[in-house]
């Protein structure tokens, strides 16, 4: 009975939902422009901003572009997981969603949880951004008199003060949202264009202003600075100079940060529903848009270590006081402006797809139904608004940007690496909308043909068939028996990165100098690697055509992922423990209520209350005029 009763629950956790879409509203309107625009508009904020100076001054110095090049390799493979996804599912929700198909209803759940975090995060680390650069610009009257009331009443593990500026901007941006999609769409625009245009006059001033010297400083350099400085505690750490102060774990960890810089261009994926040509402008505009926010990252940091040496960059307003450090003081005025608008923009982008994927969990049932309920006047799902709107703005009152950027990159990376295992494992499994009789014949080919021989020979033509069937499949196309053997050596794929990634990072030194032990478990790693990514290669592919696939199966996925679990350990104790607090919270509202309540669980073909269906009762009428009132709309 026990053992029933467990395989009946671990049956639970991997039911995967069918690819096959539901009913969907016809609203149809984002050309590839629109949907570039907002992925530019939400990758660019913040971290462009305000990440770069904190990497370039404690952690990576002029190193900082190649810990951007790093983390924008592993984003491209990730990104072309996401490209075929979004040509193969145009829903919302699909980050989600491609793990629900492939994987299973807990690993969606997880996935589902940890992009709510990073965007929950997102929201308010760019929200007290903005709150710091607006108040920077009217001397700072804000942050004094909240310091003055509050700082001492503060916990350490909070901000030095709750920002009510920062929870006035959340609820006013959630507030615009709730308007509807064309309007959020259009400032998006708008504000993507100004910040394009302040980033690339801070490329070319800081290409112009710069000073090749700054990349190769060293101690008499800094020795200098200290004793000119009258504030010397401003100053960052030396390092050991150069280009690479702080070695290349100083990169590495770097790079892994840099994750929180580049979300947003999955919020492309999120918009299949509202793309005319989803197919073809999806993965066009989830490549245009890193492509772009690469260049400009790259160009900003180089500017930046540039015109001011890395130990003198100021953390919080890193680029107005870096052109007042070269003389360009009206230039600073500027960029405060761009640096405005890139937050607003980011803003925008990332408020809109929270909701969203909060709704689409909410269908599924794995959150609180009443999330997934849409308003007709509108076409937004308003309660969800109002959920994440509300969480982001407590967030961004109690919490700094500078805490909590680590968190945020290991929910990306953790979701980075899932969709490049769906992409991975998906191609490999058997169409499914195979006909019955197709499927009572792959039956047929699957049932052992035992009868009539030999009884000593069972054995051998069983390890004969399953060594076959692992290195030279008999089938062109797909079965069930190839899906399981690549679902197999996928998640054996993953353990045996995870340990060689732990290796490598733990060990480095040793493995490359030769130490006997170290460096045979690496290569005996290597070689088990090659050998299940071989048999993997060796599966049929299914045969469905799709607007665009991703090249290099099944070699860029495991890379992608094992780059992607490299950089996750190279996270500090502390942000694991943050991450680890999250998770718990995620585990008890799911095995406490979506388990339970879940589309699959109940077998429902939909719920009562979905992000596609309209809504006429009074009672949520009611509750519609009553949010809209308390943002006074």
């Not at 100053?235 to 702080?246: I, M, N, Y």
């Not at 015109?307 to 006081?321: A, E, G, K, T, W």
């Amino acid at each position: 009975m026990l053992r029933q009763y467990v395989g009946h629950f671990g049956e639970k956790l991997v039911r995967r939902r069918p690819l096959e879409l539901r009913v969907e509203r016809p609203r149809a309107y984002l050309n590839t422009l629109d949907l570039v625009a907002l992925g530019v508009g939400s990758t660019l904020g913040a971290g462009v901003y305000i990440l770069t100076g904190e990497l370039a001054k404690v952690r990576a110095g002029p190193a900082t572009v190649i810990c951007f090049l790093v983390a924008a390799l592993s984003c491209v493979m990730s990104s072309l997981c996401f490209a075929e996804f979004g040509a193969r599912v145009p829903r919302s929700g699909t980050a989600y969603l491609y793990i629900y198909v492939t994987v299973g209803q807990l690993c969606a759940f997880i996935i589902g949880w940890n992009l709510i975090l990073s965007y929950v995060i997102a929201t308010s680390s760019v929200a007290r951004a903005w709150s710091y650069v607006f108040d920077n610009l009217i001397g700072n009257h804000i942050s004094q008199m909240l310091q003055e009331t509050f700082s001492l009443q503060m916990p350490y593990f909070l901000a030095r003060y709750p920002d009510f500026f920062a929870l006035g901007l959340v609820l006013l941006l959630t507030g615009l949202q709730v308007l509807g999609t064309r309007e959020s769409t259009l400032v998006n625009k708008v504000f993507t264009g100004i910040n394009i245009l302040v980033l690339s006059f801070i490329i070319v001033s800081g290409f112009i202003k710069g000073d090749l010297h700054n990349w190769k400083l060293t101690e008499q350099d800094y020795a200098l600075n200290t004793s000119a400085s009258s504030d010397t505690s401003s100053l960052g750490p030396l390092g050991s100079g150069g280009f690479v102060p702080f070695d290349y774990e100083g990169i590495l960890h770097g790079a892994a940060t840099c994750f929180y810089a580049f979300l947003g261009f999955d919020s492309i994926a999120t918009r299949g529903e509202e793309a005319l040509n989803p197919d073809r402008s999806i993965p066009l505009g989830i490549m245009i848009t890193l492509f772009i926010c690469f260049l400009v990252y790259f160009g900003v940091s180089a500017s930046l270590t540039l015109m001011v040496p890395y130990y003198l960059i100021h953390p919080d307003s890193p680029f107005p006081q870096a052109f007042l450090h070269v003389g360009w003081d009206a230039a600073r005025y500027v960029v405060i402006v761009g640096t405005l608008c890139a937050l607003t923009s980011s803003l925008l982008g990332i408020t809109f797809t929270m909701p969203r994927l909060i709704c689409a969990m909410a269908e599924d049932g794995l959150l609180f139904r009443r999330l997934a309920w849409i308003y007709d006047r509108t076409g937004t799902p308003i309660m969800a608004i109002a959920a994440s709107g509300s969480l982001a703005g407590i967030m961004a009152l109690l919490f700094e940007f500078r805490d909590l950027a680590d968190l945020v990159s290991i929910g990306t990376l953790l979701v980075y690496s899932l969709v490049a295992l769906s992409g991975l494992v998906l191609r490999y499994q058997q169409d499914q909308n195979l006909s019955k009789q197709e499927k009572k014949e792959e039956k047929m080919e699957m049932k052992p043909d035992i009868e009539g021989r030999p009884l000593e020979s069972v054995p051998e033509e069983g390890t004969s068939n399953i060594l076959k069937s692992l290195c030279d499949p008999i089938n062109t196309i797909p079965t069930r028996k190839s899906g399981q053997i690549v679902y197999g050596c996928a998640f054996l794929l993953v353990l045996l990165l995870t340990i060689l990634s732990l290796v490598l990072a733990r060990w480095s030194s040793q493995v490359f100098s030769g130490d006997p032990v170290l460096t045979t478990v690496a290569v005996l790693l290597l070689l088990l690697i090659t050998g299940v990514t071989v048999i993997i290669w060796r599966q049929p592919q299914s045969p469905t055509h799709l607007y665009f696939k991703v090249p290099a199966l099944p070699v860029l996925p495991l890379v992608s992922i094992f780059l992607n679990i490299y950089l996750m350990v190279q996270m500090t104790s502390g942000a694991w423990a943050q991450f680890g607090i999250w998770m718990v919270i995620g585990f008890a509202i799911y095995f406490g209520y979506g388990i339970r309540h879940s589309l699959e669980e109940n077998n429902e073909p939909q719920p009562p209350e979905t992000c596609y269906v309209e809504s006429h009762h009074a009672l949520e009428d009611l509750l519609v005029q009553g949010t809209l009132s308390l943002y006074g709309l």
